[in-house]
Nanobody
Framework: QVQLVESGGGLVQAGGSLRLSCAAS????????MGWYRQAPGKQRELVAS???????NYGDSVKGRFTISRDNAKNTVYLQMNSLKPEDTAVYYC??????????WGQGTQVTVSS
């Protein structure tokens, strides 16, 4: 059965760092692109970073230069290293893959709160 389990969120001061992890099961992880999304209160969910099966990465303009996405196919895990965090980065963060997004499946997410 499909499962995406995000972890690593927390409360951090502006300028700090966090590393998020997402463990995937029930999918062919190594052949799937993966993405990190976030949803702030009152806002739509947005894609902030993605990584292809081959390791090519893309970032949203608001996080470029501050966030780094990576993957470990041996562990079926995708990571998001977040540096120089800003209060506007406060959101629930989710990982997902395009196939599951189309199917409407989401994990529980992990809360990131950045205080000013």
């Amino acid at each position: 059965q499909v499962q995406l389990v995000e972890s690593g969120g927390g409360l951090v001061q502006a300028g700090g760092s966090l590393r998020l992890s997402c463990a995937a099961s029930g999918i062919s992880f190594s052949i799937n692109a993966m993405g990190w999304y976030r949803q702030a209160p009152g806002k739509q969910r947005e894609l902030v970073a993605s990584i292809s099966s081959g390791g090519r990465t893309n970032y949203g303009d608001s996080v470029k230069g501050r966030f780094t996405i990576s993957r470990d196919n041996a562990k079926n895990t995708v990571y998001l290293q977040m540096n120089s965090l800003k209060p506007e980065d406060t959101a629930v963060y989710y990982c997902n893959t395009p196939l599951l997004v189309r199917g409407g499946y989401w994990g529980q997410g992990t809360q990131v709160t950045v205080s000013s």
